[in-house]
Nanobody, 123 residues
Framework: QVQVVESGGGLVQAGGSLRLSCTASGLTFVRYAMGWFRQPPGKEREGVSCIRRSGSSTYYADSVKGRFTISRDGAKNTLYLQMDSLKPEDTGMYYC????????????????WGQGTQVTVSS
């Protein structure tokens, strides 16, 4: 049974920081690129960041560049998203997902998804 579980969300004031974690089990972690997505209330889900299976390349949405950092720990089968200088527009449900397309595919190419963790940034 494959499980992808996010944690670390919460309520934070603008300018603050959060670190999200995503633990994957039941799959070979090193075979998958891992991505973070978010869905603001009433809006479509959007890609936030992706890290290739090797960890050699990372990708970020323009809206989060310079503020968010994605990383992975193969020994722990865990993906992280360090979020600094948070803004109210960062509010949304954040999802972790695994893909065999090594960050090159669309959202539909992500095979496994977590249930999400809520991030709320207050003004």
């Amino acid at each position: 049974q494959v499980q992808v579980v996010e944690s670390g969300g919460g309520l934070v004031q603008a300018g603050g920081s959060l670190r999200l974690s995503c633990t994957a089990s039941g799959l070979t972690f090193v075979r998958y690129a891992m991505g973070w997505f978010r869905q603001p209330p009433g809006k479509e889900r959007e890609g936030v960041s992706c890290i290739r299976r090797s960890g050699s390349s990372t990708y970020y949405a323009d809206s989060v560049k310079g503020r968010f950092t994605i990383s992975r720990d193969g020994a722990k089968n865990t993906l992280y998203l360090q979020m600094d200088s948070l803004k109210p527009e960062d509010t949304g449900m954040y999802y972790c997902a695994a893909s065999l397309s090594d960050c090159s595919g669309s959202q539909e190419r992500y095979k496994y998804w977590g249930q999400g963790t809520q991030v709320t940034v207050s003004s």
